[in-house]
Every structure is written in C-alpha cells, then in structure tokens.
C-alpha cells in the first residue's frame, strides 16, 4: 500500500500499517520509504515493555539467527511459556484440564502478562503503538513506555 501510494504522489500525514513493520522484509523492501509509518505491536526489547527474560530472550535469538525477534517470534515463545506453566499445573497434557487452567492463569511471559476473561479474551497485556523514525522502530504510545515522540508530516 505504501509504494502504491507513492506511486499515485499523495503522502498523508499518518500511514499505519497493522503487519508489515512487525517483519524485516518490510524494511529490506521499502527501504526510506518505511520513515513515518505507525504500527502496533504485542512486543519490542524497547520503551519499558521488558518483562522478566525478554532481555535474554532477545539476546539468545540474536545469538542463535544473527537478527532481531519480531514481536512474532516473540509471542510464540510466550505461547510455549504458557503452555508449559498450565502443563506443570495440572500436571496433564489432557486439553480440558489445561484450557481449565487457561482460563484462570495470570503470569508473566518474554511479551508480557498474560491472562483472559471468561470467553478466552486477552485482558491483562495491551499491545504499543511504534513508529519508523530515522529508519529505528519507536514506541510512540502509551506514554509511560514511549522512546519517541509520534511525528505526522
């Protein structure tokens, strides 16, 4: 979408984009033109959102394939991580023990807290706003967390 609009000259003063930052491709294919673009994400290494083990998390990543985990890679560990904890709790693989456990586990992840409400809603972890600024992804929202301003051009 981005180059499509580059290409028809029209530049709003805000572009998100919900997937595309998340992965490297993104960057490797629009290059400068990526400067600007808001995004969210469920997790970076920066602006406040590193709860226990995201830190060594992102370092063994980087030791193991030599680039930055997207909140991708990391949501999916986390996924591990729940798993294993409702696994250790009841004691069971069986999966009406373990969505039971599910649905009342409140812990900590590499991407944040997780726990749900009775329908199986994420309610505990709230996902940041991040912006391209300088060709470095930023938080830009909420405040508390954030490492840049947002900019509109």
């Known amino acids: 979408m981005r180059s499509a609009l580059k290409k028809i000259k029209w530049s709003p003063r805000a572009f998100y984009s919900p997937v595309g930052p998340g992965l490297p491709s993104f960057f490797e294919k629009l290059g400068p033109d990526a400067e600007y673009i ?8 920066i602006g406040g959102m590193n709860p226990p083990g995201g830190r060594e998390f992102y370092d063994h990543f980087m030791k193991v394939y030599h680039k930055k985990p997207s909140h991708f890679a990391a949501t999916a560990y986390a996924a591990g991580q729940i798993l294993e904890a409702a696994a250790q709790e009841s004691q069971s693989l069986d999966r009406e023990r373990l969505r039971d456990i599910f649905s009342k586990l409140d812990m900590l992840t590499v991407s944040g807290r997780y726990g749900v409400d009775r329908t199986g809603l994420q309610i505990k972890r709230f996902t940041v706003v991040t912006q391209v600024l300088k060709g470095k992804t930023e938080v830009v929202w909420p ?8 900019v509109f051009r």
Request: aromatic share 12%.
């Open 38 to 45: 808001f995004s969210s994400s469920q997790w970076e290494v």
């Open 143 to 150: 405040k508390h967390q954030q490492t840049a301003r947002p």
